[in-house]
């Protein structure tokens, strides 16, 4: 027994065998059946006095195998990691040089060599067959067994071809510790397989009783089958029973997607991140219909070094458009983006015609914006630039103004003046009912940006533009974001901060809100304000608790800090049927806003712009209240606008 461990040991800690020892083996095997076959056939006497006859027309027809073993690739994989695809491959390529060989004994007649028959070919074919099976799986069961102990337990949650594929994929991935894993069963929703089997485990309905089952049998990894992703998502009472439970959770990626028929490789697992584990919905969208208006097109996106402006230019590209002009102020970012476009046009050539600057630029540079729009012509302006963060804003409304009204008006102007086809902005959630200076800076663009296209249509300004704003609350991995701050947090011992126990917030991720983005400038004609479906809200104080749990750390304490200026409990996104009209994307539908005449959004842009010169924060902010009278203050110094106007009545825009 102790040989047969060193052995073994010996093996299993090798890489593995070289290819040629794995050929050598399946060509004894090829030999041994011809010997065999001849043996049962005409006996031990007339085989002794033939046996270097059949060696010699076996040798002859070992050829034919040898290439039948290369076209299928029965000896490039591991043995000890062997799957049903590599036994198949072995039935193909014996069937193959069976034949071969065959169709070679009636063609040689040489005395000096016996080759056997077709019949005997069959007879080697199921033999052979049968045998190089048996060496892979008894070697794949015997390392299954030695390394047994080390295996970690796992269940798979999925019994469609998602769960079957990564059950088949379990041999080549590893933990975190490098220890391979063990599977115990596969987890169901539907209550029909229960008691089934598959791959030989038992399946186990996903019911009230599953974790007690769970933690009875010592299972520590729950896998989540690709199929079955947005389904774990959105069971919250699950997630947090495994996650309490102590069982690590480990699926694809949030931003990956399985095709549902390549195999699947160990990389594309991971221990899931918060990111995985917020609930979600799958978003389509009509890629050819974007591709068509895209493709062969010159393009300028602001904000292009920005988590969503970065986004769209990896979007857009690959749309083969002709020109992508990239404008932003961040250069070190910018710098990155030139670089990661020189990599993507260098690694596929039917992309490599894109002509790509990277120009770093402010929006509100008139005579900058001016010549590059004189020089490019963009057909399409996708216009994220914008300063963004809310409290940043509060202190400094002038830049909010300069940047977002002043800036969004430059390049809206200008892509009238050059004839540019279509315009989508990206606003926020912030600017419904907004609540801060952010918001409300947001909700004059769109308000100058719908009005300028309404002047359009009625002939009052000349120009072909269309107009098309865009709404979506938070994304995913932004910079500035919740959850990076969080992940510092708990990285840094605690404390984590959350400014209120009942906040809420909606998320989505970047490429999806992009996605969602290019589809809505796809279906606008003008004029509409797009506001886009985020799901479900989160809690974030449930949110902080759940990466605590997931970081492992212990004895990290939650610090509530009281809202900041400007901030909400929740941000509204219209998307009730009173305030929205329904369109042909289920995600996407038109808010129903109160819409400005040309001359007054421009009069009061004007006015706003002569207030900034004057540095007068609280002149500046009560400005922006008349001009939108929803603007209300929920904390911060710029309350007392709020109660002045409600001592004198509001001033209408």
């Known amino acids: 027994m102790n040989i047969l461990h060193k052995i073994t040991d010996w093996y299993f800690t090798k890489k593995a065998l070289p290819y040629w020892c794995v050929l050598f083996i399946d060509c004894c095997i090829v030999l041994f059946c011809g010997l065999l076959d001849g043996y049962v056939k005409n006996g031990g006497n007339w085989t002794a006095g033939h046996f270097w006859q059949m060696v010699a027309g076996m040798c002859l027809c070992l050829p034919f195998y040898i290439i039948a073993f290369r076209l299928f690739h029965t000896y490039s994989c591991l043995i000890r990691f062997s799957s049903y695809a590599d036994l198949g491959r072995i039935s193909m390529a014996m069937l193959l040089g069976s034949l071969a060989s065959g169709?070679?004994?009636?063609?040689?007649?040489?005395?000096?060599?016996?080759?056997?028959?077709?019949?005997?070919?069959?007879s080697i074919f199921i033999l052979g067959t049968f045998l190089m099976w048996a060496v892979r799986l008894t070697i794949k069961s015997t390392y299954e067994t030695v390394s047994g102990h080390e295996a970690v337990p796992v269940v798979i949650y999925g019994t469609r071809s998602g769960g079957v594929a990564l059950a088949g994929t379990l041999a080549s991935i590893k933990t975190s510790t490098g220890k391979k894993f063990d599977l115990k069963a596969f987890i169901s929703d539907d209550p029909d397989?229960?008691?089934?089997?598959?791959?030989?485990?038992?399946?186990?309905?996903?019911?009230?009783?599953?974790?007690?089952?769970?933690?009875?049998?010592?299972?520590?990894?729950?896998?989540?089958?690709?199929?079955?992703?947005?389904?774990?998502?959105?069971?919250?009472?699950?997630?947090?029973?495994?996650?309490?439970?102590?069982?690590?959770?480990?699926?694809?990626?949030?931003a990956q997607v399985w095709d549902g028929k390549s195999p699947l490789s160990s990389s594309q697992l991971h221990e899931v991140e918060i990111e995985d584990?917020?609930?979600?919905?799958?978003?389509?969208?009509?890629?050819?219909?974007?591709?068509?208006?895209?493709?062969?097109?010159?393009?300028?996106?602001?904000?292009?070094?920005?988590?969503?402006?970065?986004?769209?230019?990896?979007?857009?590209?690959?749309?083969?458009?002709?020109?992508?002009?990239?404008?932003?102020?961040?250069?070190?970012?910018?710098?990155?983006?030139?670089?990661?476009?020189?990599?993507?046009?260098?690694?596929?050539?039917?992309?490599?015609h894109i002509h790509c600057e990277t120009i770093v630029a402010s929006i509100t540079d008139q005579d900058h914006m001016e010549m590059l729009f004189s020089r490019y012509r963009p057909e399409y302006v996708f216009h994220a630039a914008a300063y963004?963060?809310?409290?940043?804003?509060?202190?400094?409304?002038?830049?909010?103004?300069?940047?977002?009204?002043?800036?969004?008006?430059?390049?809206?102007?200008?892509?009238?003046?050059?004839?540019?086809?279509?315009?989508?902005?990206?606003?926020?959630?912030?600017?419904?009912?907004?609540?801060?200076?952010m918001g409300c800076s947001k909700r004059i663009c769109e308000i100058y940006c719908q009005s300028l296209n309404q002047a359009i249509v009625e002939g009052k300004v000349k120009g072909i533009t269309q107009f098309v704003t865009t709404r979506f609350g938070n994304v995913l991995g932004s910079n500035g974001s919740v959850i990076p701050l969080f992940r510092e947090q708990i990285a840094a011992g605690g404390p984590v901060t959350v400014t209120h126990p009942d906040i809420i917030r909606y998320f989505m991720l970047i490429p999806e809100a992009c996605k969602l983005v290019l589809e809505a400038g796809t279906m606008g004609k003008g004029g509409e304000i797009f506001v886009f479906d985020m799901g479900k809200p989160v809690r974030i104080l449930?949110?902080?608790?759940?990466?605590?749990?997931?970081?492992?750390?212990?004895?990290?304490?939650?610090?509530?800090?009281g809202l900041r200026d400007g901030e909400k409990l929740y941000e509204e996104v219209l998307t009730d049927s009173e305030t929205t009209i329904p369109t042909v994307h289920p995600k996407i539908m038109t808010a129903k806003v109160r819409e400005y005449d040309y001359e007054t959004a421009l009069r009061n842009e004007d006015e706003l712009m002569a207030l900034a010169l004057t540095h007068d924060d609280m002149n500046i902010v009560r400005k922006m209240k008349e001009i939108v009278p929803e603007f209300k203050s929920k904390v911060g110094r710029f309350l007392q606008l709020d109660a002045a106007e409600q001592g004198t009545g509001s001033v209408q825009a």
């Open 542 to 561: 449930d949110l902080a608790k759940r990466m605590i749990s997931l970081s492992g750390a212990q004895n990290i304490e939650i610090v509530f800090t």
């Open 193 to 254: 397989m229960t008691g089934a089997f598959l791959s030989g485990k038992k399946v186990i309905l996903n019911d009230d009783l599953l974790l007690p089952k769970l933690r009875k049998t010592g299972i520590r990894i729950f896998l989540v089958s690709p199929l079955k992703s947005d389904d774990f998502r959105n069971n919250q009472k699950l997630i947090d029973g495994l996650i309490e439970a102590g069982i690590t959770i480990m699926m694809l990626p949030v």
């Open 388 to 437: 963004k963060h809310v409290p940043m804003m509060e202190d400094n409304p002038i830049q909010a103004v300069r940047n977002n009204i002043a800036g969004t008006r430059i390049i809206a102007d200008l892509a009238v003046k050059y004839c540019t086809r279509k315009f989508v902005m990206i606003s926020t959630d912030k600017a419904v009912n907004p609540a801060n200076v």
């Open 103 to 122: 169709l070679l004994g009636l063609a040689v007649t040489w005395k000096a060599v016996e080759i056997p028959g077709l019949a005997s070919f069959f």
């Open 277 to 352: 584990l917020l609930p979600r919905d799958e978003i389509k969208v009509d890629m050819e219909n974007i591709g068509r208006m895209l493709t062969g097109k010159r393009i300028l996106i602001t904000g292009a070094a920005g988590s969503i402006g970065s986004e769209m230019v990896r979007q857009i590209a690959k749309f083969g458009p002709s020109d992508l002009i990239l404008v932003d102020q961040a250069e070190t970012p910018m710098h990155d983006m030139r670089l990661w476009m020189n990599r993507f046009t260098s690694k596929y050539n039917d992309l490599s």
